[in-house]
């Protein structure tokens, strides 16, 4: 099967055709040119040499400008392999001559103020692309985006909350300090709800502390992950968020809570603390990791979609690289993003089987014996039923099938995003088999660019979050936080194809060997079909706006904007 070609797809949130103004500006012509034509005294000669001067510019300049197209149909970019063998040129349109300007060589997602409907807060993608080629049905499938349903951004607030931001934004008496734990994104869901707790209690939130790492031994501070002044110059209109307590309150008494029930209110919240916070004017809050409801007033979701979509934004290293490497995926073609969670911390928390043979699966079991407080999955099931029950990362040779199933072709590219798996090499080899073109960001990378991050899991983690948020199409291996905020966040910015494997459902047929490869690759795509529209959010317990931005943060075309 020969290999898709890629043409790009306008982003809806970009605006990238010049301003006439620009175009006047660039080329107006200087006052002493024209006084030339304009003084009585010019010699014919004079004269003739200026027309000769410009018509000899002219011409320099359609030669220059055949390389930018006038027409949606004339740009072609150059598409190159793994291999950097050049394949074939296709046509782009007319708008992206900019962006590929832009874009590849001074890093879109840096300072991103191009879209109104988003502000100047939030981190776009590049463009996804138009895949087109020698495709099969299923390719064509594979690579087809979402239809947005017209759905885009929409955070307005309403009145009351305005009326009652001018208030709490000044807020100098109360202050809440949260210590955020575990890994990158189960810190920034923690963080995200340490904003709306402070909303609710009106009161000032201290940059909150990330907790050190026990189990990837990572001591980075929210400096070293996120955009402080970016986090608060977001977030001013809706709590004030300060880096340190005033000196008036380092002595005072502080409460430090670490015991807070599951899926609490904000009256629950705002009952339990308000008053304690009135009169100690300090609040420590620990081990906040879902322990506020997924279902709030609609304020509060879109306070919850302002913090996640624009006021985490990762400090300026951070994205540098990011972007780097996202723009070299980009720039050879359409790239697949894989999620895979085959750390060695994984496979002892969730108690399942690695696929590597009982050599290895013994190696995992002896380490849940001496240390079963990391096993977090069901400890009275056995493998079987938590695997079947979707409680078990996909492996590579299930993820391999999966992705065989759903059209994926095998010349496509894949970044691998994750840490390093557990048994090196050998746990990709069933994948790689398949589809052979696996690219990780240590493959990316050139000299010395990863270096000031080998320390750190989270600022490593961060890397991988953005060159799979700028993937055509997401898949992780297992739930997980990070699956779920990549899957909202693409939404968010503009329905960006995201695959969550319908574990439970499927794993039944991929032991039925009665089922031929065609009935089987038929099933699958059929159970992955919603991936190809928005889908709302449901009023359930473990269902966050964040990765379900549809409806509370999100409204049809025309309805309102950030």
């Known amino acids: 099967m020969a290999r898709p070609s890629g043409r790009i797809i306008k982003n809806p949130f970009m605006s990238l055709t010049p301003s006439p103004r620009s175009l006047t500006q660039f080329f107006s012509v200087s006052p002493p040119l024209t006084s030339l034509f304009s003084s009585k005294k010019t010699s014919p000669s004079l004269s003739i040499f200026i ?13 220059i400008f055949r390389f930018f197209p006038s027409s949606q149909d004339s740009i072609h970019c150059s598409i190159i392999s793994p291999t950097t063998s050049p394949i074939s040129s296709h046509p782009l349109p007319s708008s992206y001559s900019q962006i590929i300007l832009t874009s590849l ?36 499938e594979f690579w087809k985006q979402p239809d947005s349903n017209g759905y885009r951004p929409c955070l307005d607030s309403t009145v009351g909350y305005r009326k009652r931001s001018a208030k709490i934004s000044k807020e100098k008496n109360r202050f809440l300090v949260v210590v955020a734990a575990g890994g990158l994104n189960q810190q920034k869901n923690q963080i995200i709800d340490a904003v709306v707790i402070a909303r609710i209690l009106e009161a000032a939130l201290v940059l909150p502390v990330l907790q050190v790492n026990m189990i990837w031994e990572d001591e980075s501070e929210f400096p070293d992950i996120f955009d402080v002044e970016h986090f608060k110059k977001t977030l001013r209109a809706d709590v004030r968020v300060v880096s340190s307590l005033p000196s008036s309150h380092l002595v005072a008494k502080q409460t430090i809570v670490t015991q807070i029930p599951y899926g609490v209110s904000p009256f629950w919240i705002r009952a339990k603390f308000f008053k304690q916070l009135n009169q100690e004017g300090v609040l420590v809050l620990k081990g906040l990791d879902s322990k506020l409801s997924k279902n709030l007033p609609s304020d509060l979701q ?12 990762f400090s300026k290293p951070i994205l540098q690289v990011g972007n780097q490497l996202a723009r070299r995926m980009w720039i050879e073609g359409p790239y697949i993003s894989l999620h895979l969670r085959l750390e060695k911390d994984v496979w ?10 009982p050599e290895y699966d013994q190696i995992i079991t002896q380490i849940q014996k001496t240390q079963p407080q990391y096993l977090t999955g069901r400890v009275s099931m056995s493998y079987s039923q938590r695997r079947l029950s979707g409680l078990c990362p996909l492996n590579a040779f299930e993820m391999a099938r999966l992705l065989k199933a759903l059209g994926a072709p095998q010349s496509g590219r894949f970044y691998i995003a994750g ?26 990378a050139r000299d010395g660019e990863l270096s000031p991050f080998l320390n750190s899991s989270s600022a490593l983690s961060a890397i991988d979050y953005i060159v799979s948020f700028n993937s055509d199409i997401f898949i992780p291996s297992h739930g997980g936080n990070m699956g779920r905020a990549l899957q909202g966040h693409r939404a968010y910015m503009g329905h960006r194809k995201s695959i969550r494997p319908n574990k439970r459902t499927m794993l039944p047929f991929f032991e039925d060997s009665s089922i031929s490869d065609e009935e089987f690759s038929s099933i699958i795509r059929s159970l992955h079909n919603k991936s190809m529209k928005p889908e709302p959010r449901k009023k359930q317990r473990d269902n966050d706006v964040i990765a379900y931005p549809v409806p509370e943060c999100m409204c049809r075309h025309g309805s309102g904007s950030f």
């Not at 027309?51 to 030669?63: A, E, K, P, R």
């Open 302 to 313: 879109k306070l919850r979609c302002k913090v996640a979509f624009h006021a985490l934004r």
């Open 348 to 357: 002892v928390r969730t108690g399942c089987r690695t696929g590597l043979g």
């Open 419 to 444: 840490g390093e798996p557990f048994g090196g090499s050998k746990a990709l080899e069933p994948l790689a088999a398949v589809f052979p073109n696996l690219v990780r960001k240590e493959m990316l």
């Open 105 to 140: 060589l001074s890093g879109i997602n840096s300072d991103n103020k191009i879209h109104p409907r988003v502000g100047g807060t939030a981190m776009v993608p590049l463009p996804v692309h138009l895949v087109s080629g020698n495709l099969s049905e299923e390719e064509t």
């Open 51 to 63: 027309l000769s001067f410009l018509f000899s510019f002219t011409f320099l300049g359609i030669s």
